[in-house]
């Protein structure tokens, strides 16, 4: 290494927190979607201090977007495509990009988590385990069913009853776990007032070892 004299902390300061540019191969692997970054799509390199050194992490600029808005946003106030070894021949607006991230973000809240309870927004969905009708407005909850595609084993979500939850759990294609359950429905459950969960909590009773 030509830079051997040079002490490690000089070198590291060389390097910018963020570079916004186009990627100048397809060699790179986007770090969000895991999908290569095509030569010349607009990426970003965020700088990780890591055990094995300093680099950049490389994430196309709209995965980036939609998972890490502020980074993007920080990236942008440093005006980041300074810092490409060719300039890019242009970036999105950055209120493209918060659009792409507040709709991210709502997909995200809708699709919740297993298992979480909910008020049930009408009267017509059933329990999956008993198979009666779960009233309006009664505090439901969605828990994992393993169900078969071929080879592949996906978890599905199913609507039980609070007083259902723990024989639920122990049928054999269950894909939740009783273990830190509570713990769980009360991390997963966003938008559910505290007093709803523990009222589901209190209905669902002892679980299952
Ligand atoms: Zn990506
Ligand atoms: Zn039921």
């Known amino acids: 290494m030509s830079d051997q004299d040079v002490p ?15 990627a100048r191969s ?10 290569k970054i095509d030569m010349g799509a607009l990426r970003i390199g965020i700088l990780i201090e890591g055990p094995y050194g300093t680099g950049y992490m490389w994430h196309h600029l709209k995965c980036a977007a939609r998972r890490q808005f502020d980074r993007v946003e920080e990236a942008y106030e440093l005006e980041a495509w300074k810092e490409a070894k060719t300039a890019p021949d242009g970036v999105p607006a950055i209120e493209e ?7 991210a973000d709502e997909q995200r809240k ?7 309870a909910e008020p049930a927004p009408s009267g017509r969905s059933k329990c999956k385990h008993c198979n009666e009708l779960i009233a309006q407005d ?10 078969e595609f071929g080879r592949q084993v996906r978890t599905s979500p199913i ?8 024989a639920e759990l122990l049928t054999p294609d269950c894909g939740t776990e009783s273990a830190g359950f509570a713990a769980a429905l009360r991390a997963n459950s966003s ?5 709803r969960i523990e009222e589901a909590l209190t ?3 002892t679980l299952p070892e």
Do not use: W
Not at 26 to 35: E, G, H
């Open 8 to 22: 490690k902390e000089e070198v590291e300061e060389q390097l910018a927190p963020y570079v916004i540019e186009g």
């Open 26 to 35: 397809s060699r790179s692997k986007c770090k969000t979607c895991r999908k």
């Open 97 to 103: 990009l918060r659009g792409l991230a507040e709709k």
């Open 110 to 116: 809708n699709k919740k988590e297993l298992p979480h």
């Open 138 to 147: 009664a505090m439901r909850v969605v828990l994992g069913r393993d169900v």
């Open 159 to 166: 609507n039980v009853h609070p007083r259902c939850v723990a």
């Open 191 to 195: 938008g559910v007032s505290p007093e």
């Open 203 to 205: 209905e669902i009773g």
